[in-house]
């Protein structure tokens, strides 16, 4: 995200201590600040994509993966890949499903954090494309039953961000939007978007594991005792009755019930009349 010239040699060095690569990696300039990165080890691919962005110089580089056919002038980086955190997001709503709805109103849904089976972190995490020219979104309201609230969001390894506009790439005093008449507290976005780090877990978290077993069991427990209580209800739908066949035909019986308004109802108990 800069166009100031740097070395390449100083980009390759500082990256392979940032990312502590398992193997060599291997750097082309195949245009002006375009350059390909050549791994040797699918992990260590994996890991620099989704632990980024990372920081080079100020400006973080922007990475993506991309096809062996395509043509150098047909890349664009558009785009700037972030893991964001929903703060104060109510128990229910932290799901997959409200990730990608979230997610949806800020660029590009990319994954969702499902390391915690119960899904009641100090946050909900998520990742997310964004435009690079767009503004970050940093809170919205959530739809309740009793009408709506604020949640707020941040980002993890955000740098580089003009505290005016709220666009990437300059300091709010280079932003036309800036007055040097307003103070700092003025600005609409402030150093309160950054979020701390989440750890990358190297080892399987046997706690975790056996919470997601517990859960994986308790829906399947859930949705048994759903499926039995369906067929009962289809059964007890079955003793449906008229209220004028009980005058035509059991005149002596008296049928307590539920009665819909178009005269059918489902019969509760039979009360033999004295």
């Given at each position: ?19 502590r690569l398992g193997r060599e ?190 859960c994986q069991e308790f829906k ?47 019969i509760l108990r039979w009360d033999?009349?004295?």
């Amino acid at each position: 995200m800069t166009n100031n010239p740097f070395s390449m040699e100083a980009l390759k060095n500082t990256m392979k201590i940032a990312w502590r690569l398992g193997r060599e990696v291997v750097v082309r300039e195949i245009e002006h600040n375009l350059f390909i990165f050549q791994f040797f080890s699918p992990m260590d691919k994996a890991k620099i994509l989704e632990e980024g962005p990372w920081s080079f110089n100020g400006p973080p580089p922007l990475l993506k993966e991309v096809d062996h056919e395509i043509q150098p002038s047909e890349i664009v980086f558009d785009m700037i890949r972030f893991w964001v955190k929903v703060e104060d997001m109510q128990l229910n709503k932290r799901t997959r499903a409200m990730a990608i709805s979230l997610a949806a109103s800020m660029g590009e849904f990319v994954d969702f954090d499902d390391s915690d089976p119960i899904g009641w972190s100090k946050y909900m995490r998520f990742r997310v494309d964004i435009k690079r020219d767009k503004p970050l979104k940093h809170f919205t309201r959530i739809a309740t039953q009793g009408g709506s609230k604020l949640v707020k969001f941040t980002h993890e390894r955000l740098m580089d961000i003009c505290h005016a506009c709220g666009r990437l790439g300059h300091g709010y005093q280079q932003c036309e939007k800036y007055d040097d008449r307003m103070s700092t507290s003025e600005l609409a976005y402030g150093p309160w978007l950054k979020a701390s780090l989440t750890k990358r877990k190297g080892l399987t978290d046997h706690r975790r594991e056996e919470e997601r077993k517990v859960c994986q069991e308790f829906k399947g427990m859930l949705k048994a005792t759903k499926a039995r209580t369906r067929l009962q209800f289809k059964d007890q739908m079955r003793e449906v009755v008229h209220p004028s066949d009980v005058s035509m035909n059991r005149p002596n019986l008296t049928m307590i019930g539920h009665i819909n308004p178009d005269g059918w109802g489902r019969i509760l108990r039979w009360d033999q009349m004295v």
